[in-house]
C-alpha cells in the first residue's frame, strides 16, 4: 500500500513558475514508475511527466522543455517543476504510482494516486 500526498498547487501569471510536491508513504520499495497526470473539467486524465526509479523520465510533448519531474529519494519525494507556464497548463495535478518495471503516461496503468492540487495560471 503507497499513500500519495501533493502540495504546491497554486495560481500564477502567464510565464510564472510551480513547483509541484509528492510524498510516498508505505512501502515504497522495489522498481516502481512514479507519474504526473492533469485533468480538467470533462477531458480525460493526461500524463505530463514520469519518473522511474531507474532513472528515467519522460515528459507530454506539450511541456517538454518547460517541465522538470526530479526526486528526492531520501524524502520519498517527486517533483514537478513547472516554469514558463501557459494558460492551458491550468488544471488539477495528480501524483501517481505503480510497482512495474518501465512507465507509461496511461493512467489505467497506475495504482495508486493522490488527492490532487490544483494549478491555476492565468494569461
Known amino acids: 500500500q503507497v499513500q500519495l500526498v501533493e502540495s504546491g498547487g497554486g495560481s500564477v501569471q502567464a510565464g510564472g513558475s510551480l513547483r509541484l510536491s509528492c510524498t510516498a508513504f508505505?512501502?515504497?520499495?522495489?522498481?516502481?514508475?512514479m507519474a504526473w497526470f492533469r485533468q480538467t473539467p470533462g477531458k480525460e486524465r493526461e500524463g505530463v511527466a514520469t519518473f522511474h526509479s531507474a532513472g528515467s523520465t519522460g515528459y507530454a510533448d506539450s511541456v517538454k522543455g518547460r517541465f522538470t519531474i526530479s526526486q528526492d529519494n531520501a524524502k520519498n519525494t517527486l517533483y514537478l517543476q513547472m516554469d514558463s507556464l501557459k494558460p492551458e497548463d491550468t488544471a488539477m495535478y495528480y501524483c501517481a504510482w505503480v510497482f512495474r518495471g518501465s512507465c507509461s503516461f496511461s493512467s489505467r496503468e497506475f495504482r495508486y494516486w493522490g488527492k490532487g492540487t490544483q494549478v491555476t495560471c492565468s494569461s
Open positions: 508505505g512501502y515504497t520499495y522495489g522498481g516502481y514508475c
